[in-house]
């Protein structure tokens, strides 16, 4: 039996001046897969950081009226 993959949120910034913004998601079923999935997706941009954080982890801080 296989594990479900699940989303991981992307995050990146091309420059230390610049905030981290969110870039996109890739699903994987591990950590070292979610990093390799978003390198290879978003490599095309030159980045000086990139995170990934696991979708169940993301807490909301403001909710919409």
Do not use: C, N
Not at 58 to 64: E, N, T
């Amino acid at each position: 039996m296989t594990a479900e993959p699940e989303i991981w949120e992307v995050f990146a910034r091309q420059d230390a001046d610049i905030p981290i913004r969110h870039i996109g998601r890739v699903d994987a079923t591990t950590r070292d897969d979610a990093v390799v999935f978003a390198r290879t997706l978003y490599e095309e941009w030159k980045w000086i950081d990139m995170f990934i954080v696991p979708r169940r982890e993301l807490a909301r801080v403001v909710k919409p009226a």
